[in-house]
Each structure stands twice: as structure tokens, then as C-alpha cells.
């Protein structure tokens, strides 16, 4: 029998020009991400000691799903469509509100 989808719903935020993610969102998205990448689907990348992001692993480098100033918690850079594409790899169902 198939396993049902977990459904996810993050609410979106335009901040700047860019697409963000609502503050209160930010935990269970980061939770997403690193099963990612401890599941192979994702790579964590630390850049220097306050620049964390996430990148999709197929490909040589990978696209950007998510980067984050670990000091202050801004999220520098967010792709709902790649994010929505790497938790459905791992059968969860992601809706965005904005």
C-alpha cells in the first residue's frame, strides 16, 4: 500500500525583490533540508562562519535551495520550486501561501 504524503504548508514572503520564507517557517524548513541531506538529496555547504546553504546533489555543484545568514537567521536566497522538487523526494507535499 502507498504511503500517503505528509503535507507541509510554509507561507512566503516577497522581502526586497526575492522570495523568502515567513520567520516562523524557517525551523521546519531547515528540519526538511537537513534530512535532505542526511537522505543524499541535498548538500549542506557552510560558507565561512555565519553563511550556511543548502544545494541540491545532483549535478557537480548543484542548485541553491536555501542560503542563510546563521547570525541573524536572514535567509539570503530561497528556491520554493527547487524545495518543493527535493521534498517531494522525500514524499512530503509542500503548498506555499503567500
Not at 528540519?31 to 550556511?52: P, Y
Request: glycine residues 6%; without cysteine; negative net charge.
Amino acid at each position: 500500500m502507498k504511503k500517503e504524503k505528509e503535507q507541509v504548508k510554509i507561507e512566503l514572503i516577497r522581502k526586497g525583490g526575492q522570495t523568502s520564507i515567513h520567520f516562523r517557517d524557517l525551523p521546519s524548513v531547515l528540519q526538511l533540508l537537513e534530512t535532505a541531506a542526511e537522505e543524499g538529496i541535498a548538500k549542506k555547504v557552510e560558507h565561512f562562519h555565519d553563511i550556511l546553504a543548502f544545494r541540491s546533489s545532483h549535478g557537480p555543484v548543484g542548485e541553491t535551495i536555501l542560503s542563510l545568514n546563521k547570525v541573524t537567521n536572514e535567509i539570503l536566497f530561497f528556491a520554493p520550486h527547487t524545495f518543493k522538487i527535493m521534498a517531494d523526494s522525500l514524499n512530503i507535499a509542500i503548498s506555499y501561501e503567500h
